[in-house]
């Protein structure tokens, strides 16, 4: 299967630094790799309703439903790119991890065995010297990656805080420019 990203922008801003940082990363990819960019805020998930013990799963019917579904079946790489949110992924990216639920239950989908094996990347912007408080954001995917039994391929960090501070910084821009060479291992 030939490599194919997609990358799930989590902020309510757009053209933001996480963007910023995310579009640097991307375009060292190899002109032969697809890329779909979406916007969760221009498609957003409805609050997700767990319906383990009350109802059957169906495959979504909602358009920004169905479309992020498929779009994500059809990655072999899925970048969230989210900015820190108090110390955590942001609200639209949370609620397209929560639908993961109900998704993994959607019959004929096999969403879990579909995912194995793929690889499930981030990328944020802090505003702060402390890469640490970064950490339950890291937690946050590199957990979900593993109960995917998906490739945790790490998260991408710069700093900013104003539109278009990530662009200074020097660091997170040399990272983002072999970001995506690596080679993640299964993590447990």
Do not use: C
């Not at 053209?15 to 991307?26: F, I, K, M, P, S």
């Not at 032969?32 to 221009?42: G, P, Y």
């Not at 989210?82 to 639209?92: D, K």
């Not at 700093?159 to 910084?169: E, I, K, R, T």
């Amino acid at each position: 299967m030939n490599r194919s990203f997609l990358f799930l922008l989590g902020s309510s801003r757009s053209d933001g630094n996480t963007e910023a940082l995310a579009r640097q990363a991307a375009e060292q990819l190899p002109a032969d790799v697809e890329q779909r960019w979406l916007s969760l805020a221009e498609h957003p998930l409805p609050d997700f309703e767990d319906l383990r013990h009350d109802a059957e799963h169906v495959r979504p019917t909602g358009d920004d439903a169905a479309l992020l579904l498929d779009a994500t079946l059809a990655a072999t790489d899925i970048v969230i790119a989210s900015p820190l949110y108090w110390y955590s992924v942001s609200a639209p990216v949370k609620r397209y991890l929560d639908h993961w639920s109900g998704w993994l239950r959607t019959p004929g989908v096999d969403f879990r065995a579909s995912l194995a094996g793929r690889t499930l990347w981030g990328v944020t912007v802090l505003a702060g010297p402390d890469p640490e408080t970064a950490d339950p954001l890291v937690g946050t995917l590199r957990s979900s990656a593993a109960y995917m039994e998906m490739r945790f391929g790490g998260v991408l960090l710069g700093n900013g805080s104003q539109p278009g501070d990530v662009l200074n910084d020097t660091d997170a821009l040399t990272r983002a420019k072999t970001f995506f060479d690596a080679d993640p291992a299964l993590r447990p």
